[in-house]
């Protein structure tokens, strides 16, 4: 049996990652493929209680380096509770969020050094990246705008203000243009353009990809912070 694929959706506050994560996995299952989708922090007992004291705040305040390790705990069980076994039974795993997310949050946006993101991430996940990162980008005041149209009640993070926001923006961006796995796409336009988007970029990636299109296609330009 081959081993499965692991994708992963990141991007900012209000970008419509949850959404999008749904659109490709009903696309991939249409195809013929097994699909795992799984969220973080989340996706185990251990990570769906450190998702709920880091969201909403049960616990109260929680400092930067606490925030990071209780990430890290959470990603650590999901690793091995979840992503490998799916993946070694030959099933693509889809995740909202994962390890760039740390730097991007945690890192650009708290202030923690990178390099010890970077290690730190290294242990709890042994060392497993995704075949596949895409970054959907949305300046901050539009991704805001979303969540406030939908009537969507702020989590911790989303309440941390544009300040905080913009970093982790910028970080996302600048992590996406550094890394040969991840790509970073506008998400602006309605979920079907951006939908378009991401597919075409799974059919780059994977020749076993519903509608995979082979090398010779050509990424559309990634888009500018505005």
């Known amino acids: 049996m081959s081993r499965g694929r692991f994708v992963v959706v990141e991007g900012g506050e209000g970008v419509g990652k949850s959404t ?39 616990a109260g305040p929680v400092a930067p380096e606490a925030e990071l390790l209780m990430i890290l705990a959470a990603r650590a069980a999901l690793v091995r509770e979840v992503v490998e076994p799916a993946l070694a039974a030959g099933k693509w795993v889809l995740s909202d969020r994962f390890d760039l997310s740390s730097l ?6 708290r202030g923690i050094p990178a390099d010890l993101v970077a290690r730190l991430n290294e242990f709890a996940t042994g060392g497993l990246a995704p075949d596949l990162c895409i970054v959907l980008d949305l300046p901050v005041e539009e991704g805001m705008a979303r969540q406030a149209l939908a009537g969507k009640s702020r989590d911790r993070f989303e309440s941390q203000g544009r300040a905080f926001l913009g970093r982790v923006r910028r970080g996302y961006v600048e992590l996406a243009r550094s ?19 991401i597919r075409r970029e799974v059919a780059l990636a994977f020749p076993e990809a519903p509608g995979a299109a082979g090398p010779a296609s050509r990424r559309e330009d990634p888009p500018r912070p505005s």
Do not use: C, K, N
Request: glycine fraction near 18%.
């Open 20 to 58: 999008q994560v749904r659109r490709l996995r009903t696309f991939l299952e249409a195809g013929g493929l097994p699909v795992v989708v799984t969220r973080e922090p989340g996706g185990t007992a251990v990570g769906e209680g450190i998702r709920e004291v880091l969201l909403h705040g049960r």
């Open 104 to 109: 991007a949050y945690q890192g650009y946006g």
């Open 179 to 197: 890394r040969a796995d991840t790509v970073l796409l506008s998400a602006r336009g309605s979920p079907g353009d951006v939908e378009a988007r």
